[in-house]
């Protein structure tokens, strides 16, 4: 059974980088079946999904934090990763990684609380 953990600093200064990773068990990312998805929760707010990587690498993102968004991959390590420029308070969220089949997330991440705050 695929399983997914986040991990990253828990507390982003305003205006530095947010860098999270996401570590993949029990299935491949370059497997063609699936793709690979960053999601986010702000607190008291709904779930905003901020963008995927799919299996070859090709990267799709939430057009409201395309500016500031960037996800990777190193398939020698399973992991994908976020990246988001510019911290904002706003950013202040619970971030999930999640493995997506059909467009619809079937395996998720505990989440990971993250900060922006001085």
């Known amino acids: 059974q695929v399983q997914l953990q986040e991990s990253g600093p828990g507390l982003v200064k305003p205006s530095q980088t947010l860098s999270l990773t996401c570590i993949v068990s029990?299935?491949?990312?370059?497997?063609?079946?699936?793709?690979w998805s960053w999601i986010r929760q702000p607190p008291g707010k709904g779930l905003e999904w901020m963008g995927i990587?799919?299996?070859?690498?090709?990267?799709y993102y939430n057009p409201s934090l395309k500016s500031r968004t960037s996800i990777s991959r190193d398939t020698s390590k399973n992991q994908f990763s976020l990246k988001v420029n510019s911290g904002i308070p706003e950013d202040t969220a619970v971030y999930y990684c999640?493995?997506?089949?059909?467009?619809?997330?079937?395996?998720w991440g505990q989440g990971t609380q993250v900060t922006v705050s001085s």
């Open positions: 999640a493995r997506v089949q059909s467009s619809c997330p079937d395996y």
């Open positions: 029990g299935g491949s990312i370059t497997n063609s079946d699936y793709a």
């Open positions: 990587i799919t299996y070859d690498g090709t990267t």
